[in-house]
């Protein structure tokens, strides 16, 4: 497992596949993907989820991580592939990005559940949406077995084991410093503990900024799993996603495409 997390290259060609794959079939389901698509991914990392987009041939594309190692990485990787000139990386603070303009596509993938004042950021990505243009967000469920990254650490014991994250804050800490885990990673990892995200709270909070859901899939099964694992993607039954307190146990992973109504010339 901690393997991906630590070569780049391998993360990148896992994040093109399942975008490839599954996310750009649902996002198509909405909108079409043409050359005419601009497409603003925040937090890209490396870029992997751009290729596809750069390969269906969408003219402007960029992404911005706060990481100048991973956008370092992404600007090398892209510069192997043709046509990766197009793609423009930018290495900063989104909220000092303003200046990109507004795009028909903004991407946030497994993203929303690391940044700090979620209604506030929110809140600031309508303000990079073309009218009409919509905002997919994927990111695991809090309570969901893995929901606090576990899965990154060094341990093969606790990097298995499921819904260690929710132990009280300092009972998580004992844990993973006895298992060896270094400081900058329980760092990290009770970080993720204070912006976990559940379904709820997401709901109400693009709700409250005016956003209606035009597509949704809970997946019990994440489709990253499928180049992870070998696993086959697999819906939440309905019956366990209408009912909150089983949907933020069981679902992986939600993926949303939400807008704010087309505001009128």
């Known amino acids: ?24 079939p649902f996002i198509s389901d909405v909108r079409q993907i043409t050359g005419s698509l601009s497409v603003l991914e925040i937090g890209c990392g490396e ?27 992404a600007r090398r990787f892209y510069a ?11 290495a900063a603070d989104v909220y000092d990005c303003k200046a990109v303009g507004r795009f028909d596509l903004v991407m946030m993938r497994d ?7 979620q209604a506030r950021f929110i809140s600031f990505v309508k303000d990079l949406l073309a009218p009409g243009g919509l905002l997919f967000i994927a990111f695991p469920p809090w309570f969901n077995p ?27 800490r004992l844990l993973l410093r006895s298992a060896g ?5 329980i760092d990290g990892l009770l970080e993720i503990k204070e912006t976990g995200l559940n379904l709820g709270r997401f ?12 597509k949704k899939s809970l997946w019990f099964i994440n489709p990253n799993f499928e180049i ?38």
């Open 111 to 117: 993203v929303l559940e690391h940044i700090h004042d």
């Open 47 to 73: 870029g992997g989820n751009l290729l596809p987009f750069l390969e269906a041939g969408c003219a402007r594309i960029t992404g911005i991580d706060i990481s100048e190692g991973k956008i370092g990485n």
């Open 203 to 214: 709901y109400r909070i693009t709700k409250k900024e005016g956003f209606f859901v035009l």
């Open 80 to 90: 192997t592939i043709p046509a990766g000139e197009k793609v423009e990386f930018i």
């Open 1 to 24: 497992m901690h393997e991906r997390h630590t070569d780049r290259e391998l993360y990148f060609r896992e994040q093109a596949y399942t975008t490839r794959k599954h996310v750009i």
């Open 228 to 265: 992870k694992f070998g696993l086959h993607p697999r819906l939440l039954p309905d019956f366990f996603g209408r009912i909150p307190f089983l949907r933020n146990f069981l679902a992986t992973t939600g993926y949303f495409i939400i807008s704010v109504p087309r505001q009128e010339p």
């Open 181 to 185: 885990e270094n400081q900058a990673r």
């Open 146 to 172: 893995f929901g606090g990254h576990q899965q990154v650490c060094e341990s093969g014991i606790l990097s298995k084991t499921p819904w260690i994250h929710l132990l009280p804050r300092g009972m998580y």
